[in-house]
């Protein structure tokens, strides 16, 4: 009788409520540890240099338009944001568990669920306002020059950075979830990062020369690639054509069509999803210390 | 208030903890005694529910399993460390755990001052010693007046001052009638807190009983000198 009386009184907090204090954890965090805002830094004088010397080379004196600063950008955020979202996911469940702080916090009514979304939803909003940093910086700087055409292009490569970034992000929490050490999960992030930004590149191209590869396998292995389907995507919705991508580009027009972004974009998807789906299934079973 | 029953830990092929059953009483203190690998960090992380175990952990009647969040609820736990994030302020630490136990918390003052924390709200961990931290994380654990508290060789970081200090207050939660099941090899820290010790050796219990009845565990070295005192003096 008197343990239910005590069990009554005690309240227990709602999943909602148990991510949304974990997330902004992890914003504290963040900011704390620098790395954002370092990351952000190095996007934004990147992107300014990209945007200044994709003009020069387009035969202009200055900075260039919204499309053609586009294009530009798609290879910096291909490098720059993949590895910002995978270093964030694979140092924030890798580096708790070795300071304790993990077996401390899933010790309070919380459960490994709620933490893990905690973890997403923060440093989602982490990455959301340093590309928007990153590339409203430039937009301003665009827009203070005179140029008026294409921002809605703009918004576009932020919604689709975001949500590579989203997926780099899911991958890293997987990987941190089965790393030991902190050190140990930066590593594996990093090398992730160079597989799907190189050697998926460049092993594509050799694969191609060297096997004969069909057409559709070598579009197939491109897609599976969330760099490339972003790269795609983006290309699409600057109103370039796919052909500028060589070989698979072209198949991708002559075959998909408009139906193309449908693909990427379920492509990027399956990449938040499965991902996050992964860790949270590792996550739920595995030691905590 | 704690149920304990059948409880088989392992991990690989090293048993952790084997078989073990002990209930806790309401306003029981606890104490775990043993070795080092004993098992008694294993038999806290299965009532915490941190590890998937065999058998049955019951925290007030709630699984610690299958009713994790309740259980947890009830309980306000102590680790040996916390590694609270270097910048963080002490105020703010205990206002993040304070919405996780679904706490209002109006006095982050007044919570601080009954662990002798007073004035310390603005402080950044990196300020803070390794026993003002962990009587940040005794303030943590009494968010929410839980009817239990699991502490985990709370005092093994600690200099001998602030372990005396830390002590005494457990102790006084201890007579106003909160459940204690601790971990410890501190002879001092066993007898001045626990009513019942339960002695662990490889993942089993191998005694149990108040300080006096297990004295001859815990306090091998003191009975051994006062042997041999007595045998140079009858010699």
Redesign the interface.
């Known amino acids: 009788m008197a343990e239910r009386e005590h069990d009554v009184a005690l309240r227990v907090p709602g999943m909602a409520s148990n991510v949304l204090h974990l997330a902004g954890r992890e914003l504290r965090d963040a900011v704390r540890s620098r790395w954002f805002v370092l990351y952000t830094l190095a996007f934004v004088v990147l992107g300014l240099g990209v945007s200044y010397m994709s003009a020069a080379a387009a035969g202009g004196t200055g900075l260039s338009g919204f499309s053609r600063t586009t294009a530009g950008l798609i290879n910096l955020v291909i490098l720059v944001v993949p590895l910002m979202a995978l270093s964030a996911g694979a140092g924030s469940i890798a580096s708790d568990r070795e300071r304790g702080m993990l077996a401390y916090l899933l010790s309070q009514p919380t459960t490994r669920m709620e933490l893990l979304l905690g973890k997403f939803v923060g440093l989602g909003a982490v990455l959301l306002s340093s590309v928007c940093a990153g590339f409203g910086v430039c937009a301003a700087i665009l827009a203070w020059k005179g140029s008026s055409s294409g921002p809605a292009t703009l918004v576009w490569l932020v919604a689709l950075t975001f949500l590579l970034s989203l997926g780099m992000l899911a991958t890293g929490l997987a990987i941190s979830v089965c790393a030991r050490r902190s050190a140990a999960a930066q590593g594996i992030a990093i090398f992730a990062w160079l597989t799907l930004v190189f050697v998926s590149d460049l092993g594509i191209m050799a694969g191609a020369v060297a096997m004969r590869m069909r057409i559709e396998t070598l579009f197939a292995l491109c897609t599976a690639n969330p760099m490339q389907s972003f790269k795609m995507w983006a290309l699409l919705n600057a109103d370039t054509t796919l052909d500028v991508l060589g070989p698979a580009g072209l198949y991708a027009s002559d075959t998909l069509g408009d139906r193309a972004a449908w693909l990427f974009a379920g492509v990027l998807v399956a990449w938040v999803v499965v991902p996050l789906g992964i860790a949270a299934r590792l996550f739920s079973w595995r030691a905590v210390a | 208030?704690i149920d304990i029953d059948g409880l088989r830990m392992r991990?690989g092929r090293f048993t952790a903890v084997d078989g073990l059953t002990l209930h806790v009483e309401?306003g029981e203190s606890l104490a775990l005694w043993g070795a080092n690998g004993a098992g008694k960090s294993t038999v806290i992380?299965c009532v915490?529910?941190?590890?998937?175990y065999q058998g049955s952990v019951r925290i007030?009647?709630?699984d610690a399993l299958r009713d994790?969040?309740?259980a947890?609820?009830?309980?306000g736990?102590v680790?040996?460390?916390?590694?609270?994030?270097d910048?963080?302020r002490a105020g703010?630490a205990l206002r993040?755990?304070a919405?996780?136990?679904?706490?209002d918390l109006p006095d982050v003052e007044g919570a601080l001052a009954q662990v002798g924390l007073r004035g310390q709200s603005r402080k950044r961990m990196r300020e803070l010693s390794g026993g003002m931290k962990q009587r940040l994380a005794l303030a943590i654990a009494l968010l929410?007046d839980?009817?239990v508290l699991?502490l985990d060789e709370v005092t093994a970081s600690m200099d001998a001052c602030g372990r005396e200090e830390l002590v005494g207050l457990l102790a006084r939660l201890s007579d106003a009638g909160r459940t204690l099941l601790f971990a410890s090899h501190r002879q001092e820290e066993v007898r001045a807190l626990a009513t019942r010790v339960v002695v662990l050796e490889d993942g089993r219990a191998v005694r149990s009983g108040t300080v006096a009845d297990v004295a001859g565990v815990i306090m091998p070295r003191v009975r051994e000198r006062v042997a041999f005192a007595q045998g140079g003096n009858h010699g």
């Not at chain 2, 947890?72 to 309980?75: F, K, L, T, V």
């Not at chain 2, 680790?79 to 994030?85: A, R, S």
Request: proline share 7%; charged share 30%.
């Open positions: 208030m991990f309401r992380r915490l529910g941190l590890h998937r007030a009647g709630h994790g969040k309740r947890r609820r009830m309980i736990h680790p040996q460390e916390v590694g609270f994030h910048d963080a703010e993040l755990f919405r996780l136990r679904a706490t929410g839980p009817p699991v």
